[in-house]
Nanobody
Framework: QVQLVESGGGLVQAGGSLRLSCTAS????????MGWYRQVPGKERELVAT???????NYADSVKGRFTVSRDNAKKTVYLQMNSLKPEDIAVYYC?????????WGKGTLVTVSS
């Protein structure tokens, strides 16, 4: 079965950086677009960044220029480098394949930014 495991979250000061990782199992990782999402309690999940199989990336306006998504197909892992973090980036971050809507979501990793 498909499993997505996120890690790398934590508490940082505003302006700091974190690198999130997400490792997938149970899918042929290399053939899927992968995305990073985030969710604040009481709000809908938001798509933050995507990366295609060829490495093309796309970002939400709120993170453009600060976040960088990358992937290592051999390790079945997608990364999210987050720089210049702001308090409004506080959320639980998840990875998922946008085209695999039936796959279960992982537990996510919590990012907290202190001002």
């Amino acid at each position: 079965q498909v499993q997505l495991v996120e890690s790398g979250g934590g508490l940082v000061q505003a302006g700091g950086s974190l690198r999130l990782s997400c490792t997938a199992s149970g899918i042929i990782f290399s053939i899927y677009i992968m995305g990073w999402y985030r969710q604040v309690p009481g709000k809908e999940r938001e798509l933050v960044a995507t990366i295609t199989t060829g490495g093309s990336t796309n970002y939400a306006d709120s993170v453009k220029g600060r976040f960088t998504v990358s992937r290592d197909n051999a390790k079945k892992t997608v990364y999210l480098q987050m720089n210049s973090l702001k308090p409004e980036d506080i959320a639980v971050y998840y990875c998922h394949a946008p085209n695999r809507v039936m796959d279960p979501w992982g537990k996510g990793t919590l990012v907290t930014v202190s001002s």
